[in-house]
């Protein structure tokens, strides 16, 4: 008898594997799953999960009312721009970039 999984099943699988700690190798045949099944799936997740993270454009270009100062322009797949100033707080830069790349 074949078992057909759901979507479901198989986030709960590969969740399972990754705190479990084993290799594919290991877990597959403990949990009595097909290897190259479970590999196809978890690639497949992998996939769609880097998909989801875009490439944004990041350019130095010199500010219009600051022509000595640098700052840098993002430009998010969205169309929105951020521009950051040259002496901008890293740590505070370093927040918001976490933040936008967490976004869904």
């Not at 799936?41 to 600051?66: G, N, Y």
Request: glycine fraction near 2%; charge should be positive.
């Amino acid at each position: 008898m074949v078992l057909k999984r759901t979507k479901e099943d198989w986030d709960k699988i590969i969740t399972s594997w990754k705190n479990s700690g084993m290799s594919h190798t290991e877990y597959s045949k403990k949990k009595n799953l097909n290897y190259w099944t479970f590999r196809d799936q978890r690639l497949k997740r992998e996939r769609c999960e880097s998909s989801k993270k875009k490439l944004v454009r990041i350019s130095p270009v010199k500010s219009a009312s600051e022509s000595t100062s640098l700052s840098t322009t993002v430009s998010l797949p969205s169309g929105i721009t951020i521009q950051i100033p040259s002496d901008a707080n890293k740590d505070h830069l370093q927040e918001v970039i976490t933040i936008l790349w967490n976004l869904k």
